[in-house]
């Protein structure tokens, strides 16, 4: 069983930065697709970025240019960089990894508020 467990989430100014972490439990993390999603109250989770074992990289229209995913196999964390964040990026940010097999994990979350 693998755990995900995410952190940085915090209140943020409009224009600010934040850096999310996620820690994965586990020897093989290196071979897991990971992607970073959000949930804000009241709508759907959305994905927000993703990155492969061969750190080929996917964004949402709404973050490409600001925010930034990237991974650390020795580590074993997976991280999403965020700039310029908007009120609207402000959300809880769910880490989830995906097995080659499509078993797949999510850890429970991090908050972010982008307010003045």
């Known amino acids: 069983q693998v755990q995900l467990v995410e952190s940085g989430g915090d209140l943020v100014q409009p224009g600010g930065s934040l850096k999310l972490a996620c820690a994965a439990t586990?020897?093989?993390?290196?071979?897991?697709?990971m992607s970073w999603y959000r949930q804000a109250p009241g709508k759907q989770r959305e994905l927000v970025a993703a990155i492969t074992p061969g750190g080929s990289t996917n964004y949402a229209e709404f973050v490409k240019g600001r925010f930034a995913i990237s991974r650390d196999n020795a580590k074993n964390t997976v991280y999403l960089q965020m700039n310029s964040l908007k009120p609207e990026d402000t959300a809880v940010y769910y880490c989830n990894g995906k097995t080659p097999w499509a078993v797949t994990f999510w850890g429970r979350g991090t908050q972010v508020t982008v307010s003045s």
């Open positions: 586990g020897s093989i993390f290196s071979i897991y697709d």
